[in-house]
C-alpha cells in the first residue's frame, strides 16, 4: 500500500477523470461541467486546458497558434459547481493495518483535485471540538498545495460526531462528498439535511480489512478508540458468524438509505490500491467517469 499522499504517477491517472453527478449547477460561474438549466445560451464565458475526451469543435485554434496549447472555449451553459468534501477524522478513523484515515485523505486529495482541476469551487470539512473546520474554498490546479497542506495538517483524533456538526451548517446548492466509516446514528438524517440544502450527494465508506472481515479468536479485550470503554469477549466462529451477519444488515441499510434519497455510494476497503478504488469502485459506482 502507499506511503506518500502525493506522488507523480498518482496526479498523471487523475488528469483523465471527471466528478459524475447530475446535479443542477450554480448559475453565473464558468466550469467544466454541464448545467442542466434551461436555455438555448451559447456566450462565450472563459477557456480552460484541453483534457483527453474533450470535444474537438470548441478547441481555440487561434489561442493555440499563439501559446502552443490547446484550448477550450467554455460557454455560459457550462457552470462551476461547488464542491464539498466531509472528511471524517473521528478517532475511529485512524485504525487498520492500512489505515483508514490514510486512504480517506488519498481519496480526498484524488476528488478535490479532480474537482479544482475542473475548475469547480473545492472545500474541504474536518470535524474539530463539536464543530466543522474547512479550508475555504479553492479552485484551480495552483490550489493544490494548499489542499495537500491541509490534508497533511489533519488528526484523527476526534470523539465528537461529523454527521451531527454537518448539519449546523448551511451550504449553497452543489455537490458534498462524505467520507467516512459511517460509525454514527445520525447518517440519515444528514443526508436528509443535505438533500434539503439541494446537494447532490456522493457517500464514500471506508472500512479496514479487519472490520470487512475479522479473524481475531479467544478471549480478547475490545477497547472503543473515542469513549475508551472496554468490553472482554470470547470469540468464537458462532460470534464471528453473528458479527458478519450484523455487518451484512448495516452495509444493507446504508446502501438502502443512498437509493431513498439518490445518493452515489461506494465501499472501499482500506486492503485494495488507490487504482482499484479509482478505476474499478469510482467509476462502477458512477461516481467518476
Not at 198 to 219: F, T
Not at 223 to 234: A, F, N, P, Q
Request: net charge neutral.
Amino acid at each position: 500500500m502507499e506511503d506518500r499522499l502525493l506522488d507523480s504517477d498518482f496526479l498523471k491517472k487523475l488528469n483523465g477523470f471527471k466528478l459524475n453527478t447530475n446535479i443542477i449547477l450554480n448559475k453565473g460561474y464558468s466550469g467544466e461541467r454541464k448545467s442542466k438549466s434551461k436555455g438555448d445560451s451559447v456566450e462565450f464565458s472563459d477557456f480552460r486546458e484541453y483534457t483527453p475526451g474533450d470535444d474537438f469543435r470548441k478547441i481555440d485554434w487561434n489561442a493555440y497558434g499563439r501559446f502552443e496549447k490547446l484550448f477550450i472555449k467554455l460557454f455560459m451553459e457550462e457552470r462551476e459547481s461547488l464542491i464539498n468534501i466531509f472528511l471524517d477524522s473521528s478517532k475511529s478513523m485512524d485504525f487498520g493495518e492500512f489505515n483508514k484515515s490514510f486512504i480517506s485523505k488519498k481519496i480526498a486529495l484524488a476528488l478535490g483535485y479532480i474537482g479544482i482541476s475542473g475548475l469547480d469551487r473545492v472545500n474541504l470539512y474536518t470535524i474539530e471540538g463539536e464543530n466543522l473546520q474547512d479550508m475555504g474554498y479553492i479552485k484551480g490546479k495552483n490550489s493544490l498545495n494548499r489542499l495537500i497542506g491541509y490534508l497533511d495538517n489533519i488528526k484523527f483524533n476526534s470523539i465528537y460526531d461529523l454527521f451531527k456538526s454537518i448539519e449546523k451548517k448551511t451550504y449553497k446548492r452543489g455537490i458534498s462528498i462524505i467520507i467516512s466509516d459511517l460509525f454514527t446514528e445520525n447518517l440519515e438524517d444528514t443526508i436528509k439535511y443535505l438533500s434539503y440544502m439541494n446537494q447532490s450527494i456522493i457517500i464514500i465508506h471506508v472500512l479496514s480489512k479487519e472490520e470487512l472481515k475479522p479473524k481475531i479468536m479467544g478471549d480478547v479485550r475490545l477497547i472503543d478508540s473515542e469513549t475508551l470503554e472496554d468490553k472482554d469477549i470470547s470469540i468464537t466462529p458462532k460470534i464471528l458468524d453473528a458479527y458478519n451477519k450484523n455487518l451484512d444488515l448495516y452495509l444493507n441499510n446504508v446502501k438502502e438509505i443512498s437509493r431513498k434519497y439518490g445518493c452515489f455510494y461506494s465501499l472501499i476497503s482500506t486492503e485494495v490500491s488507490m487504482d482499484k478504488i479509482l478505476f474499478d469502485n469510482l467509476i462502477r459506482t458512477g461516481i467518476l467517469r
